[in-house]
């Protein structure tokens, strides 16, 4: 199951702490920030079922990418092979 990069928001110090005690959300930097019109946000790590399960208690949930997906487009990125090595050893001949 895909799991994206999300923004949480309450207007409750308390359910914004409940977060982790009672609901497990992988919290990121474990920075509560208070935005616009008094609201509590965090930034998570959580999946589908996850963000349902959380809007359902009244959480608002501002989904970003999913990062699994953006992780593989970022290893491809990574070169292959010992970049300090001047001629590389080919197979055998």
Not at 14 to 37: M, N, S
Not at 41 to 56: F, K, N
């Amino acid at each position: 199951m895909a799991r994206y990069r999300v923004t949480i928001s309450t207007a409750d110090k308390e359910a914004a702490l409940d977060l982790v005690r009672k609901h497990g959300v992988t919290v990121l930097d474990h920075g509560l920030r208070i935005r616009e019109g008094a609201l509590f946000s965090v930034d998570a790590i959580v999946d589908q079922a996850d963000i349902g399960r959380l809007e359902s208690f009244g959480y608002a949930v501002e989904q970003h990418e999913d990062i699994d997906k953006a992780g593989r487009e970022r290893q491809r990125e990574v070169g292959r092979g010992n970049r300090y090595v001047k001629d590389p050893p080919r197979g055998k001949e």
